[in-house]
């Protein structure tokens, strides 16, 4: 049974930084892209990053360039989102998801991930 599951999640300060982690099991990992979205409150689920099953061609949204670095550890079937220079506007539940891609660029829209992890909430807060 394909599983994902987040953790890292927390309160942080203006400025500050976490580590996101997705932790994948029931699937061959290396063959599947991993995504990260989030929603905030009141607001539709949107991309952040994403990267192929291979680790290659990571992809980022436009608000989370230069901020955010997606990378994974496909023997630990771990996928990593670094978080810096942490926004209020960042605030939200952080979901990773996975689709079928072991290369190529991956998508940062919802509709090719048929599986989702429950989340960790991010809160950016002073």
């Known amino acids: 049974q394909l599983q994902l599951v987040e953790s890292g999640g927390g309160l942080v300060q203006p400025g500050g930084s976490l580590r996101l982690s997705c932790a994948a099991s029931g699937f061959t990992v290396e063959y599947y892209a991993i995504g990260w979205f989030r929603q905030a409150p009141g607001k539709e689920r949107e991309g952040v990053s994403c990267?192929?099953?291979?680790?290659?061609?990571?992809n980022y949204a436009d608000s989370a360039k230069g901020r955010f670095t997606i990378s994974r550890d496909n023997a630990k079937k771990t996928v990593y989102l670094q978080v810096t220079s942490l926004k209020p506007e960042d605030t939200g539940v952080y979901y990773c998801a996975a689709y079928y891609l072991p290369w190529g660029l991956c998508q940062l829209t919802q509709s090719p991930y048929p599986y989702w992890g429950q989340g960790t909430q991010v809160t950016v807060s002073s």
């Open positions: 990267i192929s099953g291979s680790g290659g061609s990571p």
